[in-house]
Nanobody, 125 residues
C-alpha cells in the first residue's frame, strides 16, 4: 500500500506559478512511476505529466509542454509539479498517482492503483 498526500494548490492569476508536491509513504517510493492527473468540473480525469521510477524519463500532455515540469526526489519520497505561465484552462483538481514501475510507462488513470486526495488549482483570468 502507498499513501499519497498532495499540497501546494491554490488560487493564482493567469501567468502565475504554483508548485505542487506529493509526499508518499508506505512502500519503496523509488520503485514507483509517478504521475499527475487533473479533473475539471464536468470533464474526465486526464493525464498531465509523469516521471519514471528513476527520474530519467518524463512525459507531458501537449497542452502543458514548456510550462509544467515534473520531478522527483526519491530520498524525500516526494514528487513535484512545477506549473508556470498558468492559464484559466488549467483550473482543475490535481491528483498525484503511483504505479509500480514495470518497464512500461502508463498515461491512463486505470493503470494507477494509488491516488492522493487531490488539491484544487484555480487560475483566474
Amino acid at each position: 500500500q502507498v499513501h499519497l498526500v498532495e499540497s501546494g494548490g491554490g488560487l493564482v492569476q493567469a501567468g502565475g506559478s504554483l508548485r505542487l508536491s506529493c509526499v508518499a509513504s508506505g512502500r519503496t517510493f523509488s520503485t514507483y512511476d509517478m504521475s499527475w492527473f487533473r479533473q475539471a468540473p464536468g470533464k474526465e480525469r486526464e493525464f498531465v505529466a509523469g516521471i519514471n521510477w528513476s527520474g530519467g524519463r518524463t512525459y507531458y500532455v501537449d497542452s502543458v509542454k514548456g510550462r509544467f515540469t515534473i520531478s522527483r526526489d526519491n530520498a524525500k519520497e516526494t514528487s513535484y509539479l512545477q506549473m508556470n505561465n498558468l492559464k484559466p484552462e488549467d483550473t482543475a483538481v490535481y491528483y498525484c498517482a503511483a504505479e509500480p514501475g514495470d518497464g512500461y510507462f502508463y498515461m491512463t488513470s486505470r493503470e494507477y492503483p494509488y491516488w492522493g486526495q487531490g488539491t484544487q488549482v484555480t487560475v483566474s483570468s
